[in-house]
């Protein structure tokens, strides 16, 4: 990757003025009086933006190239987005405000919570969680308090495919339940039969991603809805891989009574190197009840907050949600419309398919399991390994000497040296064969080549190990380990 | 067809993969749940688009268009243009989580940066790069307190926010955790001392403390409690606002075990309560039970200095449902506005405008408070917010003043229903004297 290889010095490296000393004000009772000045240091804003200029300089985006993460979903991000959550009428409102004055954001609030509604076929939506593993957790809370309503308490395990993504366990066992992971079948789906033994009065819910991480489709999922409904117990529909199927089946119909989607994976919103995002989520009707508060009314052409819910399960975060992340989506389901995103999925599909046959046509990958995928697919490099001893993390950081992302890698745990590829639907064919002939490449190389990349990029391969045994998180930290 | 440049080549790459049509590709979905389309409008061109979000941005009305001196934790701070600048470049703004280091050096050494900068201003030595925000930080604080003590009490002020209850009942639900209250002195407004000691015992992991409180006001004796505390083994959690750092003690020299706080003002808008920003800090001796991402430095293969994901063992990706926190996405962006904002004022100005804000808040309380009828209730010494008593309903108060284009302070009673006509007012620097005094003169006019 052609990126700046020049070491940015670290800000408090860099020379500025001296601190001074301020004269705190008599009123600050004497036992809470600062004493010591604040060490970060004082520079010109032209220092500033050049720092972290330069910073940017050494950091690749969606915008630098193909980002094909697999579960991310990472899509281009349309510039119209950014440019209207920075609007001061969306961006500098109190959540405290006059009702009056807040009512083009409710009115957009409501109306997304009703388009979600109809792209996943729930009853309602709530927009409150900050991220999707935020959403999980409040869905947990939501199946909690429903058994509880239903003096069914009993029901404490909840069950997971072993393809689960990690948040997915985090989040059961964050609101009080047990884990119960139950392996695939050997093509990579949902055991049934397995998954009928397993259910029973203690179960709580099956947490379910559909298409699943492997990319393939719970073709049974029918059958899977009934038994779990039929032993007492709720489906959740984790929606990282909601990109695969707008327009095409909704989670509503397919059984599932809780749903949280990724706005900042599918609906376009950017990951801004971690967050914000945002995971609302929709419920069948006999959940309505329990959704946090505030709800929002619309009465005759005005909106309000509700409050009056008894039953509600009371405040996930913080006032009503990532309300800029909110309006991207808003912005970008206007824009798309019916079609454009039932395209985008169809697109998204075909883009996964066609980049894994492209990359299938020659030696060096296998795909395990079944060859339909939906959004995104997992090669495993196992061969590589056991031929010449290069993995898949070798295999990732090859990409990245080409001028490209890697995909996700060593997940889902099942395959073996695993590289998870999900190109969306915004990557144009050209970056998709290009990729693909990328892969080739690296399969034939030099096995030491491969192993010791990446080598075009702004450092070499980073010892993660060290950064674990010995946590070095500060300037000060930094400053004690060099006594 | 808009961002999908593959929709033109539809035909060609179906061929190539031997298929006929798109649907082909959806056989795997049983029949009976495929559905034909939505029921949505039809997309929209762009222009149309934002013609439409217009219309809706103008029904709203901006604190940049009307005095606001609402409290409850959030208001509005000056932004500057080069932090919205640095936010902006793509580079950062279109990356996922840094898990390929390489790719992700300029981010990873932005949060580096930031994770030092808010050890700098907490007294703390360790700070993650972000939770959702300050609320759902004291839920990480309270099931952190409980996974390290082992025991199952954890004590909070009475007077916090209803929210800030709400959601912590929430995260306390899932190891069991009992929530107790700590009362408030009536006259002062602070923590009350003789409360705290009855509610201490050996089975409380964690006391919470705000300093300033929900009320505003600074807890004078946050060291005598924080000793308190720790005889009975409980960790403390001080619950701060950076903008308060400048002029008081930081968390760390008095001794706190994990310091929180809403980060969002340090450079990031209000948002309408979105986007937040939750700081955490805490001692060194906890860093395997921190909820959250780390960032480290390292070394590269060539043994130059670089960046990484540090103790990724305690997070869900790896641990799965034995993780510290199920947190994946957390607030990247607006932690790398802080660290622009906080480098862009530099600690000289950090105290500086702590003291603006500061002044300012005396400067209205005062005004407030000389108004006929509307008092002070508390004697302790207030930050930028402050707890004013309104002759008449704050409701109908707030009613009359948004006519005028002003926007009053909270009525407290919907958190505490015994606290009638009270309202938590706020200032920061981005309102003068010329706003009070216009705010002072249209109060004088509705109540008259």
């Not at chain 1, 008599?26 to 970060?40: D, G, H, Q």
């Not at chain 2, 439409?52 to 709203?60: D, E």
């Amino acid at each position: 990757m052609s990126l700046p290889s020049v070491q940015e010095p670290l800000l408090n490296k860099i020379s500025g003025t001296d601190q001074k000393q301020v004269k705190i004000p008599k009123k600050i009772p004497e036992s809470l009086r600062r004493t010591k000045a604040i060490n970060i240091p004082n520079l010109d804003e032209t220092q500033i933006i050049r720092h972290f200029h330069h910073l940017s300089q050494r950091n690749f985006g969606i915008d630098t190239g193909i980002y094909p993460l697999g579960s991310c979903t990472m899509k281009y991000n349309p510039k119209i987005n950014e440019e209207i959550a920075s609007w001061p009428q969306f961006s500098c409102l109190h959540p405290h405000q006059h009702e009056s004055t807040i009512q083009g954001t409710l009115q957009m609030m409501y109306e997304l919570e009703n388009m979600l509604s109809e792209l996943t076929g729930m009853d309602a939506f709530t927009l409150q969680p900050a991220a999707g593993a935020h959403g999980e957790f409040l869905g947990m809370l939501l199946a909690r308090t429903y058994h509880q309503n239903n003096n069914d308490s009993k029901r404490v395990d909840v069950i997971t495919p072993d393809t689960s993504h990690g948040t997915n366990p985090a989040s059961i066992s964050m609101a009080g339940f047990n884990v119960v992971e139950i392996p695939s079948t050997e093509e990579g789906t949902v055991d049934v039969s397995l998954l009928k033994k397993t259910v029973s009065e203690r179960t709580a819910c099956f947490m379910l991603t559909n298409p699943n991480t492997l990319g393939i489709f719970e073709s049974d999922i029918l059958e899977i809805a009934d038994i779990v409904h039929d032993a007492g117990g709720l489906l959740y529909y984790d929606g990282a891989n909601m990109n695969a199927i707008m327009g095409k089946v909704r989670p509503g119909d397919m059984g599932f009574d809780i749903v949280h989607l990724n706005l900042h994976k599918t609906f376009s919103s950017p990951h801004g190197g971690g967050g914000p995002g945002s995971g609302p989520i929709g419920v069948s009707k006999r959940l309505i009840p329990f959704l946090p508060v505030p709800r929002i009314q619309k009465k005759k052409d005005t909106y309000g907050f509700t409050y009056d819910h008894p039953q509600s399960v009371g405040k996930i975060k913080g006032f009503y949600g990532n309300v800029d992340v909110l309006l991207r989506a808003y912005t970008y389901i206007l824009m798309m419309g019916a079609n454009g995103l039932q395209k985008a999925s169809e697109i998204a599909v075909l883009n996964a398919n066609y980049l894994k046959k492209k990359i299938l046509e020659k030696p060096g990958f296998d795909l395990p399991f079944r060859d339909l995928r939906k959004h995104e697919f997992v090669l495993s490099a196992e061969e590589l390994r056991k031929n010449k001893k290069v993995r898949a993390m070798d295999v990732a950081k090859r990409l990245l000497d080409y001028g490209v992302h890697p995909p996700t890698m060593y997940f889902p745990l099942i395959v073996k040296e695993a590289l998870m590829i999900e190109p969306t639907e915004t990557e144009p064919k050209n970056a998709l064969d290009e990729y693909a002939q990328i892969l080739h490449k690296i399969a034939s190389e030099d096995a030491e080549i491969v192993k010791s990349a990446p080598s075009n990029t702004v450092v070499g391969r980073v010892d993660e190990v060290n950064a674990t045994r010995n946590p070095v998180l500060t300037w000060k930290q930094i400053k004690e380990s060099e006594k | 067809m808009k961002f999908i440049p593959n929709a033109a080549f539809e035909r060609e790459m179906l061929k190539e993969l031997n298929l006929s049509s798109i649907d082909d590709l959806f056989t795997d979905i049983p029949s009976s749940v495929q559905i034909k389309n939505l029921d949505l409008d039809e997309g929209l061109s762009q222009q149309e688009t934002e013609k439409k979000l217009l219309r809706l941005a103008n029904k709203n009305k901006s604190c940049q268009n009307m005095i606001s001196f609402l409290g409850g934790g959030i208001k509005p701070h000056y932004i500057p243009a080069a932090v919205k600048s640095i936010q902006h470049r793509s580079e950062f703004f279109t990356a996922y989580t840094p898990y390929q280091s390489e790719a992700s050096q300029g981010f990873l050494q932005a949060m580096f940066e930031y994770q030092s900068m808010i050890a700098e201003l907490t007294g703390m030595d360790i700070a993650n790069c972000s939770l959702y925000d300050g609320i759902t930080a004291i839920g990480e604080a309270a099931l952190m307190a409980t996974r390290i003590t082992k025991k199952s009490i954890f004590l909070i002020p009475s007077n916090l926010s209803w929210e800030k209850k709400s959601v912590l009942n929430n995260y306390a639900k899932g190891p069991s955790i009992t929530v107790k209250e700590i009362a408030f002195n009536e006259k002062t407004g602070q923590l009350d001392e003789s409360s705290l000691e009855k509610l201490l015992s050996d089975k409380v992991s964690g006391v919470y403390i705000e300093n300033p409180n929900t009320f505003g006001i600074f807890e004078s004796h946050i060291e005598q409690l924080i000793k308190k505390i720790h005889e009975y083994n409980a960790l403390s959690v001080v619950g701060t606002d950076p903008f308060s750092l400048g002029i008081v003690k930081s968390p760390g020299e008095y001794d706190a075990d994990i310091t929180i706080g809403e980060g969002r003002g340090l450079g990031n808008p209000m948002n309408f309560g979105g986007s937040g920003l939750g700081l955490f800090a805490c001692k060194q001796k906890f860093i395997r039970q921190i909820p959250g991402r780390l960032i480290g430095l390292t070394k590269d293969s060539n043994g130059n200095d670089a960046f990484c994901m540090s103790l990724q063992t305690r997070e869900q990706h790896i641990r799965r449902g034995k993780a510290t926190s199920n947190i994946c996405t957390n607030e990247g962006l607006c932690a790398l506005g802080t660290a622009a904002y906080l480098s862009w004022l530099g600690g000289n100005n950090l105290l500086e405008i702590s003291k603006i804000n500061f002044e300012r808040g005396q400067s209205l309380s005062k005004a407030i408070s000389k108004v006929n009828r509307f008092s002070k209730p508390f004697t302790g010494t207030h930050f930028n917010e402050f707890v004013i008593k309104s002759p008449i309903d704050p409701v109908s108060l707030n009613n009359k003043l948004i006519t005028h284009g002003i926007q009053g302070g909270l009525p407290l009673q919907r958190w505490f229903p015994t606290m009638k006509n009270m309202m938590l007012f706020g200032i920061t620097e981005i309102y003068d004297e010329k706003d009070i005094k216009r705010f002072i003169s249209v109060l004088e006019e509705v109540i008259a």
